[in-house]
Every structure is written in structure tokens, then in C-alpha cells.
């Protein structure tokens, strides 16, 4: 019986669009449609490279700022394109995989994680910051963000 539920819900689970909420923003995590929204909403847009199963640094940033005022109080200024690469075969579809590291080759060739870029609507590289010392300190992060608001 688990495995038809698991079967039946597995197209669901393997769509290459879906969001990934953090509490009241939301990331995309397919880049022309996040391309898109950016030029239709004129805002920059947020990319965020993580490793979500095999990062540290990745999973104490998501806490220490992501999920905080300072982040999501200016998330909305931002269209946020999440890009997972793990290593458990399975987290994400094979399509996903693909389009991700695709991402990592022309956004983040360094391979760095936790890895933030900030780029405008036309493509072009405003802002970057890599990794996370993951002592709470998040004043490059909300420096960072706040610096490429539209206004």
C-alpha cells in the first residue's frame, strides 16, 4: 500500500518549479522562470547555492538568517531563486540536479557553500558572498541584501 501511495504521489515530488517556503518569502528554484518574475517585477534576484543535506554552514545560515527579520523583512524587495545541490541521491529529480549544477557553473564556478549572488534583470552580477563562519554573525548577509534593493 506505501508503495502505490509513494507511486502515485511521486510526479509531484519530482517537479523541476516548485517553491520551497521560509516562512513568508518564497523561492523558486527554476531560473528562467525566476529570470522572469525579475524582469516583469523589475527587482534583482537573489540566488542562494546551498548544499541542504551535507552543508553545516548551509543548514546554521537558514537559522541564523534566513529565518529572521533581517532577511525576510527585505526578502520582498528580491525574486529568490534557491539552488539545492545534495549529495542523497533523491532529494531533488535528476532534472533539477541538472539545472542546478548548470547554475553552479555559471553563477558559483568556485563551488562555495553557503554561496549568495545577486544579479539584475538584465543578468548582470551585482553582489556576491561566500560561506559562513556560523558564529551568528550575519552583518555581511543583511549588508549584502540591503545594498541591491531596487529603489
Keep these: ?17 516548485i517553491e520551497v517556503s521560509s516562512s513568508k518569502s518564497n523561492w523558486l528554484t527554476n ?4 529570470l522572469e518574475a525579475s524582469k516583469a517585477e523589475h527587482k534583482n534576484l537573489l540566488i542562494y547555492f546551498t548544499g541542504s543535506d551535507w ?3 548551509c543548514k546554521i545560515l537558514q537559522k541564523d538568517f534566513f ?19 545534495p549529495r542523497r541521491r533523491g532529494s531533488i529529480s535528476s532534472d533539477l540536479l541538472l539545472h542546478n549544477k548548470k547554475l553552479m557553473s555559471r ?4 563551488k562555495v557553500f553557503p ?6 534583470e538584465n543578468e548582470k552580477r551585482l553582489g556576491e558572498l561566500a560561506g559562513y563562519a556560523m558564529n551568528g554573525n550575519i552583518k555581511k548577509h543583511t549588508k549584502l541584501i540591503n545594498k541591491y534593493i531596487e529603489r
Excluded at 31 to 34: G, L, N, R
Excluded at 73 to 80: I, M, T
Design 31 to 34: 531560473y528562467a522562470t525566476a
Design 67 to 85: 529565518e529572521t527579520s533581517a532577511f525576510l523583512d527585505q526578502a520582498d524587495n528580491y525574486v529568490l531563486l534557491y539552488v539545492d545541490l
Design 115 to 120: 554561496f549568495l549572488v545577486i544579479i539584475d
Design 55 to 57: 552543508c553545516p554552514p
Design 1 to 17: 500500500m506505501k508503495k502505490i501511495v509513494f507511486l502515485l504521489l511521486l510526479p509531484l515530488l519530482s517537479q523541476s518549479q
Design 107 to 110: 553563477w558559483n564556478n568556485k
